[in-house]
């Protein structure tokens, strides 16, 4: 008679060799290289992207006639550009360990710290950003060709000082 | 200070995932077709096991905890190789290389269930290992996020499927 599933299951499990956990060491060694190599090449890539963005953005802002906005931009780039290479180096001191233990500890370490770092470097880039564009429009209004723009296209709308 | 973390964390491996290793076993084996991948799965539960301790709320048990975190590792990572296009067979296409030199347990008839059981689809695999682990419907459902008339209709699927396939009426 053929054995039921819940029969092989049941016996096969009896003293069953293979269900004890396996050896992770060494693969916590080699998956912790990978996973730090991952997150290395994140932020190098990061780090590029800041860079490219900290030269294009004073040109772009320059023929926009908001040269101050775009250096202001650009200082908060290179700043954030700093810091972040002084995080690149937290990926160095990563305890690789000679256990299981040790690299679950390491990484999590790294994870919350890295967070609460992150958290508050924006605290203070986010609000500057943000002046920084409320400063863009600001000066795109006060120059002046958006208003007569609006006044060409809607000669019967009616503006208290400079707001429509 | 950090030999006291050392301690903690280590009391909490010995005490909360090792009694679990063998169904966090069983489970992987499910969803791997090689050692190297079963162990990289293993892991990756375990170490995020540890990491969601914290977000545990005593709402559910500890074990249904395990359970769910296996099972989501687990169809986390094999939607992730399946987009990532790496090498996974799917029910559907088990090549018989892979399935011949998959012998991973001593009894040859549990190595015929495992491979049958792969030919399943993720959901139907969590299903039937959570059913052969004897727990009840309603667990399966807790787990699952489901409820138990599903799974209970669910399990008599499966379990045709599976006995047709371990009689070769399904290639």
């Known amino acids: ?164 | 200070m950090r030999a006291k973390t050392n301690k903690v964390s280590n009391d909490f491996y010995q005490a909360s995932i090792f009694p679990f290793a063998p169904i966090i076993i069983k489970i992987c084996r499910a969803y791997t077709n090689s050692q190297e991948d079963f162990e990289d799965y293993y892991q990756e539960v375990c170490l995020q096991i540890w990491r969601s301790k914290d977000n545990f709320c005593e709402q559910c048990k500890w074990s249904t905890w395990v359970y769910r975190i296996s099972l989501n590792v687990c169809l986390t990572l094999l939607k992730k190789r399946k987009t990532n296009g790496q090498t996974y067979f799917t029910s559907d296409v088990l090549p018989d290389v892979i399935i011949t030199e998959n012998r991973a347990f001593e009894d040859e008839s549990l190595n015929q269930l495992y491979v049958a059981i792969r030919r399943l689809s993720e959901v139907d695999r969590a299903v039937i290992i959570l059913y052969l682990e004897e727990k009840s419907y309603h667990e399966i459902a807790d787990i699952l996020g489901t409820n138990a008339n599903n799974i209970g209709v669910r399990v008599i699927r499966i379990k045709e499927r599976l006995k047709k396939i371990l009689n070769g009426k399904i290639n």
């Not at chain 1, 016996?11 to 990978?34: C, H, R, T, W």
């Not at chain 1, 006044?151 to 400079?162: A, L, S, T």
């Open chain 1, 1 to 164: 008679m053929e054995k039921s599933i819940e029969a092989i299951w049941k016996e096969g499990f009896l003293n069953e060799k293979s269900l004890v956990a396996p050896k992770i060491n060494d693969l916590y060694n080699q998956k912790s290289k990978a996973l730090v190599e991952k997150m290395k090449r994140m932020y190098r890539n990061n780090l590029i992207a800041l860079v490219i963005m900290a030269i294009v953005f004073p040109i772009w802002y320059y023929f926009m006639d908001i040269v101050w906005q775009g250096i202001a931009f650009s200082i908060l780039m290179l700043l954030t550009l700093w810091y972040s290479k002084r995080q690149k180096r937290g990926f160095k001191t990563l305890d690789h360990g000679a256990t299981s233990l040790d690299y679950l500890k390491s990484f999590d370490r790294l994870l919350k710290d890295a967070l609460s770092k992150g958290e508050k470097v924006l605290r203070f880039t986010y609000p500057l950003y943000f002046l920084i564009a409320m400063s863009i429009l600001w000066s795109a209004w006060n120059k002046g060709p958006l208003t007569s723009k609006m006044y060409q296209k809607y000669p019967d709308i009616i503006f208290v000082g400079r707001v429509p």
